[in-house]
């Protein structure tokens, strides 16, 4: 057995596991744009890897703007592009925390990021710059679709959850475990395990990591200190017809988050179409793949 480490250095792996979810994701981000938001069609995704949810934003006519710290996983973004469709889409190298362009300020109508990615931001400081940063970008009714697990800090056990999935003639099997986490240093210990076996290949690639942690008070601060307000929330299941109640057990959460209207500013609120309704009841009664 070959050992290896950083599975963000394997995007191909890595898109076996976390790839499966791609269409009912976009579908999910535009009934919220509609719902919630503009509708509109300039797109920004924060550490946006291998480009999955680029390519099929952009095979609906969209505008996306993408970064990433990994040079592996936009390389593997841009090669899944048509020229055509390069057209539409800005990709660069940029840390979470850091990336701010010029051009797209208060233009983009949505902002995504939705498995977690927000949580490696490992500091009040610069998961506030991020979202700041974000909110920035966004238009009065621009949207920025938040999702990350809640953390339980009572809970006495480690979590651990298990994928499968296939490259080719390759399986890959994906073990990744959340340990107990401290609430005075606001992170918990993460590892993960992608065991990829085939013909004449058997590697483990292991990762180990922290993640920054919040309790349901505590992001709820920090979106407040950066001026953004909770304009709807969701579970992992991505369905708009099934909203996450206030009080809910549940850890897992996409926030739908809006830039707090400026003291004196006016706000237009967009009525949506007949089309755009007829489209998110669509969605929303779709059944899960």
């Known amino acids: 057995m070959e050992k290896r480490t950083d599975w963000y250095e394997h995007p191909e792996y890595y898109e076996a596991i976390f790839g499966t979810d791609t269409v009912r994701e976009v579908d999910f981000l ?19 890897g291998a480009g999955r949810l680029v390519a099929e934003a952009t095979s609906r006519g969209l505008k996306v703007t993408g970064y990433d710290i990994s040079e592996a996983m936009l390389a593997h973004a841009r090669k899944r592009l048509t020229p055509a469709r390069r057209r539409q889409v800005k990709l660069s190298v940029s840390r979470m925390e850091e990336f701010f362009e010029p051009s797209l300020e208060g233009k983009v109508d949505v902002a995504h990021n939705l498995v977690s990615t927000f949580r490696y931001l490992d500091s009040e400081a610069a998961a506030l710059a991020h979202l700041k940063g974000t909110r920035r970008l966004l238009k009065p009714q621009g949207l920025y679709v938040l999702g990350f697990h809640l953390t339980d800090y009572a809970r006495t056990s480690a979590e651990h959850e298990r994928w499968l ?14 340990g107990l986490p401290d609430r005075r240093a606001r992170r918990s210990p993460m590892r993960n395990r992608l065991r990829i076996t085939g013909p004449g290949k058997d590697w483990l690639i292991e990762t180990t990591w922290f993640f920054r ?12 200190n950066a001026g953004l307000r909770v304009v709807a929330a969701y579970d992992f299941d991505y369905d708009l017809s099934t909203p996450v109640e206030r009080g809910s057990r549940r850890l897992d959460r996409v926030f739908v988050l809006q830039p707090v209207p400026s003291e004196g500013s006016v706000v237009e609120v967009k009525k949506p179409s007949a089309d755009a309704r007829k489209k998110v009841a669509r969605r929303a009664s779709a059944p899960r793949k």
């Open 30 to 48: 535009q009934a919220l744009s509609e719902r919630h938001g503009t509708g509109g069609k300039q797109w920004l995704e924060p550490a946006c």
């Open 165 to 178: 999935g296939k490259v080719g003639k390759d399986k890959v099997v994906c073990n990744t475990h959340e």
């Open 213 to 224: 942690t919040y309790d349901a008070a505590q992001a709820n601060r920090l979106f407040r």
